[in-house]
């Protein structure tokens, strides 16, 4: 059979280097352009031969690699990774169409660094050994970086190295939390092995509690700091806000640190030490986040800033459903994942066209600029509904389900996420007024409206959150087959 | 095939028709407005033949659900409730649409003004039909964002988005509650499942929550040292959601402001799609609310409240479509009561409340367009310059005061002579007395009658200062066009004589809601768990109860009629700036105040967001503080500033070198 999953992975990262070599703008496009195609023709091949019904690693690929210290090449997908890698192939082509005409220097390297961090995102989703788990996860780091600090804003190299020490502490603590299991395993079967599923099964076999509950602790503060969530938010705003719109989408389709809630953190959630500590941990910091992104999105005058706190505040909801413990709840989050991937992607996009040609993204510097930019007006209007959570829209999909789900077991932080949803309408609602309507700032000079790829790109990812806002289940189907795998383990040992 | 089959399409063709119009309206005359036309003509002529049908055959109730994602649902309930809804509700869209052709005729976008009409009537129709709770907030949302579209229709005028952006967050509060009242209603249907729910059973369908209402009855949270059942709580959540919707006081400021769209969409929103669904909301889960200690109660009073409260604004204001907002405010308050005294009449509030929502839809329909009208022809909307407008406007005026008289609730008890308004205001101002009368509590009752004197008094206030005595300016003007009389002709006739025709079989078909082959509620058992005494309605009350809705009402002409016809007082005088009443009245309790300037700007945006500001900046600084402090402390470490990625690998694979080291440590010590 075809080793799809490593065309999928290698195919951009193989590009990438080519690109590097392009000597053209017109080139490097068509490269990225081709490669991204590819990946998203493999993955719709992938996704419809792909089983939801079952929870299991589907289009496994193993090979030894070292045995001595048992890693290996061992590639596979289930529902919680499929729709991640879905994702990030839809969302991808499209980027590349936006940029389409746009100038800047070395769009080679550009260009190279998107599929870079195309390849490096997906072999996340993909590895199913902790070696490649922890190579690919380091590695969408680095064209991020340089994304920043190359292409960036004004103050890209504060934000690059922000981000990037930032994260990469916390990926060093998560390190320390595999490296934990490795050895414990190690030494209780006598073999090693870096595979996932298995040292996810030997955890619940280590004696002793306090190991258990450091090694999760690890692992999650290294997952946290990532998706991020209050308190380890504060490198995002940064990195979102001084990065280019292609970079700042890229960060948006940067889903691993919530793919290893579901994936390594609920399935060792019910054999810790203390399973009732760790879920009020998660449901505090989810909920916490989701009202404190909200007011901090509030007081924003920059309107890109302004959503990279939005994303904080969407991005509680995946720990406040991942800690519900509710299948509803769960497959809600992550579906978050998926829905909130799609909304920020043309959320940064609309921030990008509006610098560009107002040569501002102050809210109260802008004002009137629906009548100068209708086609503009129209998709930001519906993704800002979809970003306040309209029904209709894939947001509230996640969000409702998230809600409810999660009351069964955590009323009181639901209520607080509750609490947040009328900040959240007015952030997004008082945005849209100042900047889009009223009477049109004459200051702002001439105005143009997205152009043709923009617009192509921008609507087609806005129709696809309308779709799936009526139709979830094309993904939600797979995640809800994981999730119940999930709950049932909790049940099993009565969490 | 029969038509129950084809309730889908209610919703489903002005839906289409919106998505059409939005992408085609511009190529096509009138901005495609036949579109919505054609749509909404076919979802009210099934309306019409699914209502016409259940009369005859009540058991024909149509419910047809279908899995939609986890174990939720979408589906079709048409039941007598739903049926008269869609019908009322079809129709009067229709007739706004026929009549804005003409109206919006000079206006440059209108295919995006009836593409979003469209979607507004899909959404309410969809309400009307949902057949669970979650897909009715779904489309109750979806009404929220068409509103907000349509308010902020000429978005360039600063005043229109404003207005837009106040109506969809005041709401959203609303909407909060009500969502939050899902989210228990699911959590405990889930519980009373034990969390394994069978295949098809789908648990927040109607029938579903109503068949578990003594389970969810019997769960009790603790409130602050108040045991409350979680009916109660879930109930006043909905009631929460309702206040907001359906402009009730506290959540009731969006309301007049929502006139800054085209007056066509007032229309809309204050007869047919928006303010009603709060109301329908309340009747459609009324079992729940009859199982409810005190929710019903807080239904009635809120609602007589509402009711005298925006009359007494409707008195002072000087714009047109001011007076009309109020009033439909205060009208909202009159159908909440309505299902409130459903604590003394049980199931029958349903009746008389949707009677009440449908007459008051019809001349309230009327109202707004005969203003529109008004405001076409002679462009402002300040009565202070208008007078005398019957002379030149005679169809206008004519239907405006059937309207007009309607509303006021002209009508002998007794007989069939009435306007609509008077057979459905009059059952929920006699049913407040026997609530009054049959548990001690008057006060709904008392509010609701002064309040029909308010009523009165700022209606023919508006009507002696429009239509009659000297022009006041020099206004010009002229008779609208018959695509506007026409519509408006329909909506008087209804107003004239929908109540008498059809009372006594509405309040016989509406109260089936909750007995049919989809629900079998047992009224007084719930109103023994909600703990209210059901009262008989023999109609004994005393003469002068049963015509004191008449007298005041007559009152209320005559007063209008000496004070602003005769001109016996010289109002100027009275209203000064410097009368504490009037200026409380006129600056609406300075309710703005307290909510915009106050609320939102001074606790919101500036406590807590800049609180949230100032706490975020502190994290940012204790990070950046660490940083520096590492990166000042290490001299090996000041590459870090180059930002060279060779210096990280390099520090990446030398710190995994050292956490092996130190992991083993760790391991040998626990």
Redesign the interface.
Same mark, same amino acid.
């Given at each position: 059979m075809l080793p799809i999953l490593s065309l999928i992975v290698l195919i951009p990262l193989l590009f990438a280097a080519l690109t590097l070599f392009t000597k053209t703008k017109e080139q490097a496009r068509v490269m990225a352009l081709v490669a991204t195609v590819a990946v998203l023709v493999l993955t719709l091949y992938m996704y419809i031969n792909f089983d939801s019904t079952i929870a299991d690693n589907q289009f496994e690929e193993i090979y030894q690699w070292v045995p001595s210290l048992g890693i290996n090449y061992h590639l596979g997908v289930d529902g919680i990774g499929m729709p991640l890698i879905l994702l990030n192939a839809i969302v991808l082509p499209f980027l590349i169409l936006f940029t389409w005409n746009d100038d800047r220097k070395a769009p080679n390297r550009f260009y190279a660094l998107i599929l870079a961090t195309e390849g490096a995102v997906i072999g996340v989703f993909a590895a199913l050994d902790f070696f490649l788990f922890y190579i690919f996860w380091e590695l969408t780091l680095i064209p991020l970086f340089f994304m920043v600090s190359i292409w960036g804003g004004p103050g890209k190299h504060h934000a690059a190295i922000k981000f990037f020490i930032y994260t990469h502490i916390a990926s060093l603590v998560m390190l320390l939390g595999i490296f934990g299991l490795y050895f414990s395993a190690w030494e209780m079967t006598g073999t090693p092995s870096l595979d996932i599923p298995a040292l996810l099964s030997q955890f619940q076999f280590i004696g002793s509690g306090v190991m258990k509950d450091l090694i999760f602790l690890a692992l999650l503060f290294g997952f946290i700091v990532k998706i991020p969530v209050f308190p380890f938010h504060s490198w995002q705003p940064d990195a979102y806000t001084e990065a280019p719109t292609a970079g700042s989408v890229l960060f948006v389709m940067l889903k691993i640190g919530g793919y290893g809630i579901f994936k390594v953190i609920l399935p060792l959630l019910p054999f810790t030490a203390s399973p009732n500590l760790m879920i009020t941990i998660m449901a505090a910091l989810g909920a916490v986040s989701i009202i404190y992104g909200a007011f901090l999105a509030l007081a924003q005058s920059d309107l890109k800033r302004m959503v990279a706190y939005s994303s904080v505040s969407h991005m509680g909801y995946v720990l406040l459903g991942a800690a519900g413990l509710v299948s509803l709840s769960v497959s809600g989050a992550m579906f978050q994942q998926f829905s909130h991937g799609l909304i920020m992607s043309i959320m940064f996009m609309a921030c990008g066209v509006i610098n560009t040609t107002a040569g501002t993204r102050i809210i109260n510097d802008l004002g009137g600029l629906a009548q100068k930019m209708p086609k503009l007006a129209v998709i930001m209007v519906l993704t800002f509904m979809a970003s306040l959570g309209l029904p209709g829209l894939s947001g509230f999909i996640a969000e409702v389900s998230v809600l409810a789900g999660s009351f069964v077991n955590l009323p009181s932080y639901v209520i607080i996420a509750l609490l947040a949803i009328v900040i959240t309408a007015a952030y997004h609602i008082w945005a849209l007024q100042r900047a889009m309507f009223g009477v049109f700032n004459e200051k702002l000079g001439t105005i143009v409206d997205i152009n043709g790829y923009q617009t192509l790109s921008m609507g087609i990812i806005a129709i696809l959150i309308v779709y799936f806002g009526w139709n979830p289940s094309p993904v939600l189907d797979m995640m809800l087959t994981n999730s119940e795998q999930i709950i049932s383990l909790m049940a099993v040992m009565g969490v | 095939m029969a038509i129950g089959d084809l309730a889908f399409l209610i919703p489903l063709l002005p839906a289409l028709a919106f998505v059409l119009t939005f992408f085609l309206g511009k190529k096509l005359p009138n901005g495609g407005a036949i579109i919505p036309i054609a749509a909404i003509t076919i979802s009210f002529v099934i309306s019409l033949l699914i209502t016409m049908n259940l009369l005859q055959n009540p058991e024909e109730v149509i419910n047809q659900s279908y899995s939609w994602? #986890?174990?939720l649902n979408i589906g079709v309930l048409v039941d007598p409730l739903a049926a008269v809804m869609l019908t009322m509700v079809s129709l009067v869209s229709l007739l706004i649409h026929i009549y804005s052709v003409g109206y919006m005729s000079h206006d440059r976008s209108q295919s995006r003004y009836f593409a979003e009409t469209a979607l507004f009537t899909a959404s309410m129709l969809g309400l009307a039909l949902s057949d669970n709770i979650?897909q009715l907030? *779904?489309?109750w949302?979806?009404v929220g964002?068409c509103s &907000?579209?349509l308010i902020?229709f000429w978005?360039? %005028?600063?005043s229109a +988005?404003?207005a #837009? %952006?106040k109506a969809?967050?005041t709401t959203?509060?609303g909407?909060?509650m009500f969502? #939050?009242g899902?989210?228990?209603l @699911? +959590?405990d249907l @889930?519980?009373i499942f034990n969390?394994t729910i069978p295949d098809g059973v789908y648990i927040l369908r109607f029938d579903e929550i109503f068949t578990h209402i003594p389970e969810i009855a019997a769960m009790n949270a603790n409130i602050l040292g108040m045991e409350v059942s979680h009916i109660t709580i879930i109930t006043l959540l909905f009631f929460g959601g309702a206040i907001g919707k359906s402009g009730q006081f506290p959540l009731h400021v969006w309301l007049p402001d929502a006139m800054e769209g085209p007056t066509t969409v007032s229309a809309l929103i204050h007869a047919a799609t928006m303010v009603t669904a709060g109301v329908y909301l309340v009747a459609r889960t009324f079992p729940m609310f009859m199982a409810a200690p005190s929710s019903l109660l807080v239904v009635a009073y809120l609602g007589a409240f509402t009711a005298i409260f925006a009359a007494t604004m409707g008195i002072v204001m000087n714009d047109l479509k001011r007076v009309l907002a109020y009033s439909t405010i205060s009208q909202l308050g009159y159908m909440m009561l309505g299902l409130g005294v459903g604590a003394a009449i049980g199931a029958e509030a349903v009746g008389i409340s949707i009677f009440h929502l449908i007459n008051h839809a019809f001349f309230k329909a009327l109202l707004f367009l005969c203003a529109g009208s008004v405001i076409h022809a002679v462009g402002t909307h300040d009565m202070r310059q208008l007078g005398g407008v019957a002379k030149v406007m005679p169809i206008t005026a004519v239907t405006m005061i059937i309207a007009a008289f309607s509303l006021a609730g002209f009508g002998i008890p007794d007989t069939i002579f009435g306007f609509s308004g008077f057979f459905s205001k009059d059952p929920i101002i006699e049913s407040a007395y026997l609530f009054g009368s049959s548990s001690g509590m008057w006060i709904p009752y008392l509010l609701s009658i002064t309040a029909a004197l308010l009523t009165s008094l700022y209606i023919f206030r508006l009507v002696f200062m429009t239509f009659f005595g000297k022009p006041r300016t020099d206004y010009g003007g002229h008779e609208s066009p018959a695509s506007m009389t026409v519509p408006l002709s329909i909506l008087a006739l209804l107003a004239l004589v929908a109540g008498a025709l059809t009372r006594t079989t509405f309040y016989e078909f509406v109260s089936e809601t909750f007995v049919n082959d989809f629900v079998q509620m047992d009224i007084p058992a719930l109103a023994d768990i909600g703990g209210y005494h059901l009262a008989s309605h023999a109609g004994h009350e005393p003469m002068l109860i049963l015509w004191m809705p008449l007298i005041v009402a007559v009152a209320g002409l005559l007063v209008s009629y000496l004070i602003y016809g005769l001109k016996v007082v010289n109002m100027d005088s009275l209203v000064s700036r410097n009368n504490p009443v009037y200026k409380l009245l006129y600056n609406r309790y300075y309710q703005n105040a307290i909510y915009t300037d106050f609320l +939102?700007v001074k606790v919101? &945006?500036e406590g807590? #967001?800049?609180a949230?500001?100032a706490i975020?900046r502190g994290?940012?600084w204790t $990070?950046?503080w660490i +940083?520096d402090l590492m990166i000042e402390s290490g001299e090996a470490l000041r590459q @870090?500033?180059t930002?060279v990625?060779q210096t990280?690998a390099t520090a990446?694979i030398a710190? $995994?070198g050292l956490?092996?080291v130190? *992991? %083993?440590v760790?391991?040998e010590v626990?």
């Open positions: - | 994602f #986890a174990i979650l907030f *779904i489309c949302e979806l964002v &907000y579209l902020g978005y360039e %005028k600063p +988005s404003s #837009a %952006k969809f967050l959203r509060v909407d909060v969502l #939050a899902i989210v228990i @699911f +959590s @889930f519980r969390g +939102s919101i &945006y807590f #967001a800049f949230g500001h975020d994290f940012d $990070v950046n +940083s @870090f500033q930002g990625i990280y990446v710190g $995994v956490l092996i130190l *992991i %083993k760790v391991m626990i």
